[in-house]
């Protein structure tokens, strides 16, 4: 898990216990490009030499009403893998967009949130395309998207937050329901993933003025995924839960020290026919929060341990890097650089290192406190 999911992963329960602050018709709108690239030490042993990807990212935010926001978040991306022979290959196109109406009410202690993904990504792609998509999805390797396109789907989520002296509790309870399409080209047939339930639940208590510890339990539930109507794929559930101590950095600055682990149950083709091993995956990381001026630096440290119980596909990353953010005006320029290394084991007799970088650059528009 990256920090900037770490933060997103606490904000959510927790983002119903203040209003909003913002005047209505406010907007506030952001783009960017990344470039993630790893290179594989043992190409040979993996069939692999580079795995790359280039991510433009677009979002925006109204405040439709002082209560009231709609959200809206897309991405183009470009995925390459270079294989040991020379040849090449990539998929690349639009994501989907993802629409987000929030509504908040008794003074932002509840929050109801309409959720639509349209299809605006790439739904159906080549036997190729499909190769390449899977290995950027490969949990391994934390890029910054796992797909192009799922066929869209809709839902709705709650979410409730109280505070209560030194103590603050949440949960929120979502439900998306996905809708079929053809994922691969030239290939008459449907596919719909199976619908999804997600329960989180939060508590953190303030320790005066010293920190803040908080923990995260996430339950994510899938229904069946179906072939042309008919169940294809029993996905396993999935449990997570991170806990974190955000303290105080100096005189003006701020960190987080954070660990974490998800499990997901074991998954099943064709009725048990064929079993998809289960998997956990332990996190950690530190990142601090240093004002330099009107610039806030933000350096950071995280570490992915995956293991299967059949013993493939699995291994380690390791992250270190930073960002920052640089205010001119109502802009705010975000360049991001950080240095990656690792291990896979793919099977027995395939396993490579590998090192990886990540750069970017995002501009944001709008208010910094908004």
Do not use: C
């Amino acid at each position: 898990m990256t920090m900037r999911n770490l933060f997103l992963a606490l904000a959510v329960t927790f983002a119903a216990a203040a209003p909003l602050a913002a005047q209505p018709g406010i907007a506030r709108a952001g783009a960017g490009v990344t470039y993630e690239s790893y290179f594989f030490s043992s190409s040979e042993d993996v069939s692999l030499d580079r795995l790359s990807l280039l991510t433009v990212p677009l979002g925006a935010r109204f405040a439709l009403t002082r209560t009231i926001d709609l959200e809206v978040a897309s991405a183009y991306a470009l995925g390459t893998a270079e294989r040991p022979n020379g040849t090449t290959s990539d998929v690349s196109g639009p994501t989907d967009t993802e629409l987000r109406l929030t509504a908040l009410f008794a003074r932002g202690a509840i929050a109801l949130t309409g959720i639509a993904l349209l299809p605006t990504g790439s739904e159906s792609l080549t036997l190729e395309e499909a190769d390449v998509a899977g290995l950027i999805a490969a949990d391994v390797l934390p890029f910054s998207i796992t797909n192009w396109g799922t066929g869209g789907g809709f839902g709705a989520s709650t979410s409730f937050a109280q505070g209560f002296g030194d103590y603050a509790a949440g949960i929120s309870i979502g439900y998306v329901v996905a809708r079929e399409f053809e994922p691969l080209s030239g290939d008459d047939f449907t596919y719909r993933p199976g619908n999804q339930l997600h329960v989180r639940a939060a508590i953190d208590r303030t320790f005066g003025r010293a920190g803040k510890a908080a923990l995260v339990l996430t339950m994510q539930r899938y229904a069946d995924d179906e072939l042309d109507g008919a169940n294809l794929f029993s996905t396993g559930d999935r449990y997570q839960a991170v806990g974190s101590y955000a303290f105080a950095a100096g005189a003006r600055g701020n960190g987080i020290v954070y660990a974490g682990y998800l499990h997901r149950e074991e998954g099943r083709f064709d009725e048990g026919a064929n079993v998809l091993p289960a998997q956990g995956l332990a996190f950690g990381g530190l990142g601090l929060e240093l004002p330099a001026g009107r610039t806030l630096l933000r350096p950071s440290v995280d570490v992915r341990l995956l293991r299967q119980e059949d013993g493939t596909g699995q291994g380690y990353t390791a992250g270190v890097g930073g960002s920052a953010e640089v205010p001119v005006g109502t802009l705010t320029f975000i360049p991001t650089v950080r240095g990656r290394f690792g291990n896979v084991i793919l099977r027995d007799d395939a396993e490579s290192g590998f090192t990886g970088v990540e750069v970017g650059l995002a501009l944001r528009f709008g208010s910094p406190d908004r």
